[in-house]
């Protein structure tokens, strides 16, 4: 999947690139601040080239981030101790080259983009995209390829309709009869699960009803897939509601660093690079967290990431609720001060938003894909994705409601001034911080009761026998 999805990435910043680069495929010439009004937009051939390479490159853009992580993820058993340590560590890793590549994007493709021309920055970007393509086809000879065997959605949809059709009919006693010699998947990829308890009416669907095929009974295995999916559901609710907060600080925390006297002594920071104080943050400590924190902790505790994958999750939240509160204390300190506030006054939240990234982010990814049976792990990195988004989607849901619930007759609502000295900033990070308070105490509520597929302590097992 990653290979096939690949050229199309390239392909759509390589169509924007041309069009950049090609006069004719421009709209007609003007001056923007001299006359907005008269400039024309691109239309007809040229708005069809336009929206293709955007497209290609956002679908492209999804798909590889849907597909890498679980191909990273399929290289390791968590069986085996060893291995079970490396995956923990991949995905700190790979956090730190998506973050490398944003600090590198900021910097460098930036600067190519404003000094050397839209043309130049979008050629760079398919040049690399296009590099990365032959580096990850290179290890093609060394990959553990899971092989698919089919729709894991139709899998789901599968149990969910025969579990329906047999809602009436009684379970028996023993599970076994449930379905005679049926309990693995029948395919040769996809590991056996064993029944468990939980979710005991979705266990109908195992029952043989005289009839064959997929859509009258299911395996064992496809069942316990489904209860997996569902049993994630409530915390894929819940943590989306609880990155809220993380979207909306990201965002405005980047605006208060524009209103800021941005000079770090001689240099002069745009506000157009501050994205890149949070991500420094963020790649010092995923380091700093994988070579000496992870170590220590899994000493003392013996879980092989040094703490559970929700109990991570949990302190991510907990810091974007501590940095919406120092963010409202610190934006209405800078709306009273007669001087204009330095940038190191956003160092806290800019040092908060980096833990949380740390690990809520990292951690989310990591349960998503480590709890998600083998022949779903692209599905459960795809529920990671989709949680960011919609909790990108419920942020600017929030901003809408409450500027509708401030604004009265001619004034505006606390986000809509002029600039943020004429806003209620302030004022919106506390509603940020109880949305983000009701979110962690939702998230936590849900985490308790959670019973993780994969135990997440280190198995012990003999030296010649640590890995395969």
């Known amino acids: 999947m990653v290979e096939s999805e690949q050229p199309g990435f390239c392909m759509g910043y390589g169509l924007l690139a041309l069009q950049a680069y090609l006069p004719s495929l421009h709209p007609p010439p003007c ?28 679908f492209g853009d999804g ?22 340590r490396q995956q923990s560590s991949f995905f700190n890793w790979y956090t730190f080259g998506i973050s490398f590549g944003g600090f590198v994007g900021l910097i460098f493709i930036v600067w190519l983009e404003n000094y050397k021309g839209w043309a130049i920055g979008l050629g760079v970007c398919c040049i690399l995209i296009l590099l ?5 086809a290179a290890g093609f000879p060394f990959y553990r390829n899971q092989v698919p065997e089919g729709s894991p959605l139709t899998r789901i949809l599968q149990v969910l309709v025969v579990a329906f059709k047999n809602r009436k009919l009684e379970l028996p006693q023993k599970p076994e009869e449930a379905q005679e010699n049926n309990t693995g998947s029948g395919t040769g990829s996809i590991d056996a699960l064993s029944q468990t308890n939980s979710l005991k009416f979705l266990d109908k ?7 064959n095929g997929a859509w009258s009974v299911c395996t ?31 965002t405005f925390t980047v605006q208060q660093g524009g209103m800021t006297n941005t000079s770090l002594g001689k240099i002069h920071v745009s506000p157009a690079t501050l994205f890149i104080i949070p991500i420094t943050f963020q790649m010092v400590m995923l380091a700093v967290y994988d ?167 280190i198995a012990e097992l003999p030296a010649d026998q640590d890995s395969p």
């Not at 849907?66 to 079970?84: I, N, R, T, W």
Request: net charge positive; proline share 3%.
């Open 63 to 84: 798909f590889v981030r849907v597909c890498l992580p679980s191909l990273g993820a399929d290289q390791f058993d968590h069986k085996y101790p060893s291995e079970s």
């Open 132 to 136: 990365g393509l032959l580096i990850v």
């Open 205 to 211: 669907a195992c029952i043989n009803p005289g009839r």
């Open 220 to 250: 064992v295995t496809k069942v316990e897939e489904t209860k997996i999916v569902l049993r994630v559901l409530p915390l894929f609710i819940s943590s989306m509601v609880g990155y809220i907060s993380n979207i909306i600080l990201f």
């Open 31 to 58: 001056n923007i601040e001299a006359e907005l009004n008269n400039c024309k937009e691109v239309h007809g051939w040229n708005a069809a080239l336009l929206y293709t390479g955007l497209y290609m490159t956002a």
């Open 291 to 457: 070579q000496f924190i992870v170590p220590f902790l899994r000493k003392r505790t013996g879980y092989v990431g040094g703490i559970t994958h929700l109990q991570r999750i949990g302190i991510g939240f907990v810091a974007m609720l501590l940095a919406s509160v120092i963010a409202a204390i610190v934006e209405k300190k800078r709306k009273e001060a007669v001087v204009q506030m330095s940038l190191f006054w956003l160092a806290p939240q800019f040092f908060l938003l980096g833990v949380a990234d740390v690990t809520s982010f990292t951690g989310l990814l990591e349960f998503f894909n480590s709890e998600a049976p083998r022949g779903m792990k692209s599905i459960a990195t795809a529920l990671f994705w989709c949680d960011l988004g919609l909790a990108s989607l419920m942020a600017t849901f929030l901003v809408e409601v409450v500027n509708k619930a401030t604004r009265h007759g001619q004034q505006g609502g606390w986000l809509e001034g002029s600039s943020l000295n004429n806003s209620h900033l302030d004022l919106f990070y506390w509603v940020v911080a109880v949305v983000g308070l009701l979110g962690f105490l939702n998230y936590l509520y849900w985490a308790k009761k959670y019973v993780y597929q994969h135990n997440p302590r």
